[in-house]
Antibody
Framework: EVQLVESGGGLVQPGGSLRLSCAAS????????MSWVRQAPGKGLEWVAN????????YYVDSVKGRFTISRDNAKNSLYLQMNSLRAEDTAVYYC?????????????????WGQGTLVTVSS | QSGLTQPPSASGTPGQRVTISCSGS????????GNWYQQLPGTAPKLLIY???QRPSGVPDRFSGSKSGTSASLAISGLQSEDEADYYC???????????FGGGTKLTVL
C-alpha cells in the first residue's frame, strides 16, 4: 500500500523555524516528484512547493520563496520542508503528496496519494 | 498567486445531478490538464478526477470531469449523502511555475 506519513508539526513563535518530514512507503520513492500542500484553518488548499525525483528541480509558491526549502533523501524515502522566518499566515495543516506519474511531463501530473497532514501553528 | 475560480457552494437533493465549475486561464487549464480532489470533513484530500476526465480505480462512475478551453467541470450524478464534501480543482500554471487550486466548493446534500 502506498503511504505517506507527515511529522514535525507543532507550535512555533513568529520568526521561528520548523522542519517537517514525510515518510514514504509502498512504492519507489526515488521515481516520483513530491509536493507539499497546505490548508489554513477553515480555508482552501494551497500548493507550497515541489521537488523532482533527484532533487535537481524545485518550485515554490511566491509567498514562501526565500523562507522555505524543500528537500528529499531518497535513501531514507523521506521528503522534508524546512520552514524559516515563520509568520502567522503560515499556520496550516501541511500535507505531503506524490506527484504522479510523470517525470519529464510533470505539468500533467496529479497528486496521489496524500498524507494525513501535520498541523503547524505560528503564534506567540 | 492567482488561482482557479470555483463557486463557494453547491447543493442538491439525493438522486439529482450537480455540476461544479472551475474557471482558469490560458496559462493553467487552457494549456495543461485539470484534476479534481474530494475532501470529506476532517480528512485529507483524495484524488477524484485526473487528466480532465479520468477516474481512478475505486471512484464511482457517478463522478465525471470535462474540460473546455480554459474551464473545467465536475459533474456528480445520482447524488448521495456521502458526497457531501469540499471539492477542489487544480492545474499547473505555466506563468506562475507552480500548481494552482480553486478556492473549493462545499457541496451540501439537502
Amino acid at each position: 500500500e502506498v503511504q505517506l506519513v507527515e511529522s514535525g508539526g507543532g507550535l512555533v513563535q513568529p520568526g521561528g523555524s520548523l522542519r517537517l518530514s514525510c515518510a514514504a512507503s509502498g512504492y519507489t520513492f526515488s521515481s516520483y516528484w513530491m509536493s507539499w500542500v497546505r490548508q489554513a484553518p477553515g480555508k482552501g488548499l494551497e500548493w507550497v512547493a515541489n521537488i523532482k525525483e533527484d532533487g535537481s528541480e524545485k518550485y515554490y509558491v511566491d509567498s514562501v520563496k526565500g523562507r522555505f526549502t524543500i528537500s528529499r533523501d531518497n535513501a531514507k524515502n523521506s521528503l522534508y520542508l524546512q520552514m524559516n522566518s515563520l509568520r502567522a499566515e503560515d499556520t496550516a495543516v501541511y500535507y505531503c503528496a506524490r506527484d504522479y506519474p510523470y517525470s519529464s511531463s510533470w505539468k500533467y501530473n496529479w497528486f496521489d496519494p496524500w498524507g494525513q497532514g501535520t498541523l503547524v501553528t505560528v503564534s506567540s | 498567486q492567482s488561482g482557479l475560480t470555483q463557486p463557494p457552494s453547491a447543493s442538491g437533493t439525493p438522486g439529482q445531478r450537480v455540476t461544479i465549475s472551475c474557471s482558469g486561464s490560458s496559462s493553467n487549464i487552457g494549456s495543461n490538464t485539470g484534476n479534481w480532489y474530494q475532501q470529506l470533513p476532517g480528512t485529507a484530500p483524495k484524488l477524484l478526477i485526473y487528466s480532465n476526465n479520468q477516474r481512478p480505480s475505486g471512484v464511482p462512475d457517478r463522478f465525471s470531469g470535462s474540460k473546455s478551453g480554459t474551464s473545467a467541470s465536475l459533474a456528480i450524478s445520482g447524488l448521495q449523502s456521502e458526497d457531501e464534501a469540499d471539492y477542489y480543482c487544480a492545474a499547473w500554471d505555466d506563468s506562475l511555475n507552480g500548481w494552482v487550486f480553486g478556492g473549493g466548493t462545499k457541496l451540501t446534500v439537502l
